[in-house]
C-alpha cells in the first residue's frame, strides 16, 4: 500500500465516522446554543448576539459542509465536480458563511475589550443595537467581497474536480490567508487586552476597597454574568486558533512552492494536509462551539441544567391525567 492509499484511507475514516459523529453532536450543540442565548435574561447582553450569529452560521456550515462530503464518501460520486453550479456556489457560500462566523467570534473580543475598557466612550460600544448593526454590516461585506469566488471556480480538467488554476490559484491562496489570519488576529489581541484589563480592574477593586463609588462601579464593570461571557469567549477564540491557524500557513505555503515540483508521496502530504486544513478542523470547530461552552464556565452549564428542567417539566405538565370527575363534571356543564 503507497502513501497516498494509507492517507486516503485515513481520510475516508475521518470523513465516514468522525464527522457524521461531529454533525450530529454540532446539530445538536449548534441548536441548544441559540435557544440558550435567545432567553429572556441573555438576550439583552450583546455579546449574546454575536454568539447567537455564530451558532447560527456554524449550523449552516455543517449542513452544508459535512453532509456532501460524507454523502460523496459512501457513493464516490463527487457532484461539485459534475455541476458547474454547484462548484461556484459551493465555494461561494461556504466561504460567506465561514467568514461571518469567525468575524462575529472577532466582534465579540472586540464587545468584550469594550466593557472592560477604562474609557466611557469606549465601553458606549457595548450595547446590543450596535452588535445587531455591526453584524449585519459584517454580513453585507462578506457576501460582497468574496464574488471573486464564483467568478474563478470552476471544474478543472484534467481530474474533474471543483477549484481554481492558473494566476488564480496564488490570488486565492493568498486572499484566504490574508482574510482568514485577520479575524484570528483580531481575535488574539483583543482577547490578551481584556483579559489585561480584567487583571487591572480587579487589582484597583482590591485596592480601592474604601472608595465606595469606585467599588461600585469596578463591580458592574465585571459583574458576574460579563464575566462568564468573558471566560466563554476566550475559550472558544483558543479553539478557533488551533483550528484555524494550519489554514493560512497552508495557504502561503502552496501560493510560493506550486511552481516547485513535487514527487507523488509530497504531492499525497500535501493533499492530505489541505483536507485536514480546508475541511476536517474546520467542521470540527463548527461542530464543537456548545460543548467548549460548557467546560469552560460554570454559569453556561447550570443554564442548560435550568433549561433541561424546564422541559421535562412542561413535558410533566403536559402527561398529568385529568381525574374522571373533572371531565364529567365538565360535560354536565
Not at 158 to 182: L, N
Not at 309 to 321: E, F, G, I, M, T
Request: charged share 15%; hydrophobic share 50%; glycine share 2%.
Amino acid at each position: 500500500m503507497t502513501l497516498d492509499d494509507k492517507l486516503d484511507f485515513v481520510q475516508h475514516i475521518l470523513t465516514r465516522y468522525i464527522l457524521t459523529i461531529c454533525f450530529i453532536f454540532g446539530l445538536i450543540g449548534n441548536l441548544l446554543n441559540i435557544i440558550i442565548f435567545c432567553r429572556k435574561h441573555l438576550r439583552k447582553n450583546s455579546c449574546s448576539v454575536y454568539f447567537i450569529t455564530t451558532s447560527i452560521f456554524n449550523l449552516l456550515v455543517i449542513c452544508l459542509g459535512i453532509i456532501p462530503i460524507v454523502v460523496t464518501s459512501y457513493s464516490s460520486y463527487d457532484y461539485s465536480s459534475h455541476s458547474i453550479i454547484y462548484c461556484k456556489f459551493r465555494g461561494y457560500i461556504m466561504h460567506v458563511l465561514l467568514m461571518i462566523s469567525r468575524s462575529s467570534v472577532a466582534l465579540a473580543c472586540i464587545d468584550r475589550f469594550a466593557l472592560c475598557s477604562p474609557y466611557v466612550h469606549i465601553r458606549a460600544l457595548n450595547q446590543r443595537r450596535i452588535a445587531i448593526r455591526l453584524i449585519l454590516i459584517a454580513c453585507l461585506l462578506w457576501f460582497i467581497i468574496p464574488i471573486h469566488i464564483p467568478v474563478h471556480v470552476n471544474i478543472q480538467m484534467p481530474g474533474r474536480r471543483c477549484g481554481t488554476s492558473g494566476t488564480y490559484s496564488v490570488v486565492y491562496a493568498i486572499y484566504a490567508a490574508i482574510v482568514t489570519a485577520i479575524p484570528l488576529i483580531i481575535m488574539v489581541v483583543f482577547s490578551s487586552l481584556t483579559i489585561h484589563h480584567l487583571k487591572h480592574i480587579r487589582s484597583r477593586v482590591h485596592a480601592d476597597m474604601s472608595i465606595p463609588t469606585m467599588n461600585i462601579q469596578s463591580r458592574l464593570r465585571i459583574r458576574k454574568r460579563d464575566a462568564q461571557f468573558t471566560r466563554i469567549l476566550i475559550s472558544v477564540v483558543i479553539l478557533y486558533f488551533f483550528s484555524t491557524i494550519l489554514f493560512p500557513i497552508y495557504s502561503m505555503y502552496t501560493a510560493f512552492t506550486f511552481k516547485i515540483f513535487k514527487d507523488a508521496n509530497h504531492m499525497a502530504i500535501e493533499g492530505f494536509l489541505r483536507y485536514i486544513a480546508i475541511s476536517f478542523l474546520i467542521y470540527v470547530n463548527s461542530s464543537s462551539i456548545f460543548y467548549i461552552h460548557l467546560l469552560a464556565s460554570k454559569a453556561f452549564r447550570r443554564e442548560c441544567k435550568q433549561l433541561f428542567l424546564q422541559l421535562y417539566k412542561r413535558k410533566q405538565s403536559n402527561n398529568v391525567p385529568i381525574p374522571l370527575a373533572a371531565i364529567t363534571n365538565a360535560r354536565e356543564q
